[in-house]
């Protein structure tokens, strides 16, 4: 199981330097996670629902775990050590001793190389 640090990333989801069916995966991971983040569902039944192979799965979240999006219980003992680790992370951020999420720093968006972008509902 896994935690999805969701209310950063929802607002800065333009930035996010990855592809685009990584955040359409990661709009999946925000509907499946519980409320403070947490995924009560294994990769293997992600795929099922997905419609996906566990592979491609593991592709699909590998560059939002490397950007500190979603973090993965491999030294946890338990969902509450992982919970206690996330909230020291978050005082470990506010206290200026942890780098925050990896995202890029864009004060706003950045301009389209010919005009306004062309957004467009999915």
């Known amino acids: 199981m896994a ?3 969701s209310p ?3 607002e800065r989801i ?10 359409e995966f990661l709009q ?3 509907y499946r996670s519980d409320f403070g983040g947490h ?3 294994r990769q293997k039944d992600m795929a099922t629902e997905y419609r996906v192979t566990p592979q491609a799965i593991s592709n699909l979240i590998a560059p939002l775990c490397e950007l500190n999006i979603v973090l ?5 003992a338990s969902s509450q050590d992982m919970e206690a680790a996330f909230r020291a992370a978050i005082t470990s951020i506010k206290a200026g001793d942890l780098p925050n999420l ?4 864009y004060a706003a968006v950045p301009p389209a190389a010919d005009g306004p972008p062309n957004l467009q509902v999915a």
């Not at 333009?14 to 955040?23: H, K």
């Not at 993965?72 to 946890?76: A, C, E, I, V």
């Not at 990896?102 to 720093?105: G, Q, S, V």
């Open 8 to 10: 950063v990333v929802s």
């Open 3 to 5: 935690e999805v640090m």
């Open 14 to 23: 333009w930035a996010l330097p990855v592809s685009g069916a990584t955040v």
């Open 39 to 41: 995924l009560p569902v």
């Open 28 to 30: 999946y991971l925000l």
């Open 72 to 76: 993965r219980p491999k030294m946890y």
């Open 102 to 105: 990896k995202l890029p720093a």
